[in-house]
């Protein structure tokens, strides 16, 4: 038995009290009874009166068996490793955790082999408990919510209840989420600033973070320590304005073709083969980017004269626009879709013709959007690492030429962050200033991009 067996008891037993409660409310029905609700709606009111406290309890073990396990085993470690200057808690569970799964490197200690066998034997004694909590509570509320019906029960009302403040607490977890995000990146960054001066980082025309911080502090190697963020930036607008550059033309284009102009026929075949593109991962467009169209471009600008570096901003932003075409180009389609016939009505009847409507009338109408398209295809845009990392290179280059090898903000912090790292170090602190400035730039840019959408919105209203 393990998690996946309890979760599919759990949807059976609630399934089977969805049975019961729809059973019940027809036969009330076959009765000449007059219910308040239709009955599938019985069925399902003790279907959630039974699963909802059930998944509760079977994740408030799950996490919480998890926290009280991990400090109870630390009764298994010798106290000349708890003692030991070098002693770090999470090597010690990881440890402790690869020898539970079976992961072994090397030969293992004889305190690791207890340790695991005792948590393995935890994690046995937590899956049966799990088991009989959940099973019960999913049983005995799903009986108490089946004894609720009868003939004047509002079943409607109280399942619209229940999933309102089902949708609500979702709200609130992807709110907190979100908090939690934006003060983890906060705390790390004020780290970091604490290390080095804001002024440099926002300022600084060099990022060179090969060399640790700490040598800040008196060691005679000031200096050597660059983490001036402007080169990234610089990388990171630079290849999203050139993707922007291919992306927003072939994408609107395309909108304006498929709604405006191709038949039924047409549209169901290009639309489709479109929206392929959004399906292909990044690391495919990785690859082309790096085999195909890299070497294409160097070997063409070869042939004019042009010194093109074989990981090239261009290489690396075409292909990301090109990435980012079915974000424009379907959600555009959409808008221009829905647009009111009356407005096109009105543009012919004052003479207009196809494309001066088009231009005129509806463009403008659905500007807001567009706008709405392109902010989400510059979020992709930003926030792409893949396709950068190979095809763009990882050389802080502070340059405006498309034709030289630049990087981006992402594919720095990526960088930092592979492999294991020392959080005291400026060095790996500094992806979390990256990540906060880099937000900090995002919503401006998306404020400023609300203001425009409202302003259109209100002419056209």
């Known amino acids: 038995m393990n998690e996946y067996t309890l979760l599919i008891l759990l949807l059976l037993i609630s399934l089977l009290w969805f049975y019961f409660g729809n059973k019940t409310a027809l036969s009330l029905k076959n009765k000449q009874l007059k219910l308040n609700s239709l009955p599938h709606y019985y069925g399902i009111y003790v279907a959630l009166y039974s699963i909802i406290p059930s998944l509760f309890s079977y994740l408030l073990i799950l996490v ?8 109870l085993i630390m009764e298994f470690v010798p106290k000349e490793i708890l003692n030991s200057p070098d002693f770090n808690k999470i090597i010690v ?54 004894k609720n019906i009868h003939q004047e029960f509002r079943s409607r009302n109280s399942v619209e209840k229940i999933i309102i403040s089902l949708l609500g607490l979702s709200s609130i977890i992807a709110i907190l989420t979100t908090i939690g995000i934006v003060f983890s990146v906060i705390f790390e960054s004020l ?9 440099e980082f926002l300022f600084g025309l060099t990022w060179n973070p090969q060399f640790e911080g700490a040598e800040r502090a008196g060691s005679g190697q000031e200096g050597l320590a660059s983490y001036g963020s402007v080169p990234l930036f610089v990388g990171t607008f630079l290849i999203s304005l050139i993707a922007l550059c291919v992306s927003v033309p072939i994408g609107l284009f395309s909108a304006v073709y498929l709604s405006e ?4 026929k047409e549209r169901s075949i290009f639309k489709p083969l479109l929206e392929i593109l959004a399906g292909i991962p990044t690391v495919v467009y990785g690859f082309f980017a790096a085999l195909t169209v890299a070497p294409l471009m160097r070997n063409g600008g070869s042939l004019i004269g042009l010194d093109v570096a074989s990981e090239s901003a261009l290489a690396a932003g075409f292909v990301m626009g090109i990435m980012i075409i079915p974000f424009i180009s379907s959600l555009s389609d959409d808008v221009i879709n829905a647009v009111p016939q009356s407005l096109r009505d009105a543009g012919y009847g004052l003479g207009s013709t196809k494309n001066e409507v088009i231009t005129n009338v509806i463009i403008p109408a ?23 990392v190979m095809a763009a290179g990882l050389a802080a280059n502070l340059s405006f030429n498309p034709l030289d090898a630049v990087t981006t903000v992402t594919a720095q912090i990526v960088t930092i962050l592979v492999g294991d790292q020392e959080f005291e170090s400026a060095k790996t602190l ?16 998306n404020f400023y991009a609300l203001h425009v959408v409202k302003k259109y919105r209100e002419q056209y209203e």
């Open 64 to 71: 919480f068996d998890g926290i009280l396990f991990s400090n």
């Open 191 to 199: 780290r970091f600033f604490a290390i080095i001066p804001a002024s």
């Open 366 to 388: 659905a500007l807001p959007g567009i706008i709405a398209s392109i902010i989400l295809a510059v979020s992709r845009a930003i926030g792409e690492t893949m396709i950068v």
């Open 430 to 445: 500094s992806a979390f200033a990256l990540a906060l400035t880099l937000i900090v730039i995002t919503l401006i840019l």
């Open 93 to 146: 569970l990881a440890q402790i955790d690869n020898a539970v799964r079976g992961i072994y490197f090397g030969e293992q200690p004889d305190w690791v082999t207890i340790a695991s066998n005792q948590m393995i034997e935890w994690n046995n004694q937590s899956l049966i408990l799990n088991f009989f909590c959940s099973i019960s509570l999913a049983l005995g509320i799903g009986y108490l919510g089946f």
């Open 261 to 264: 102009y191709a038949n039924k």
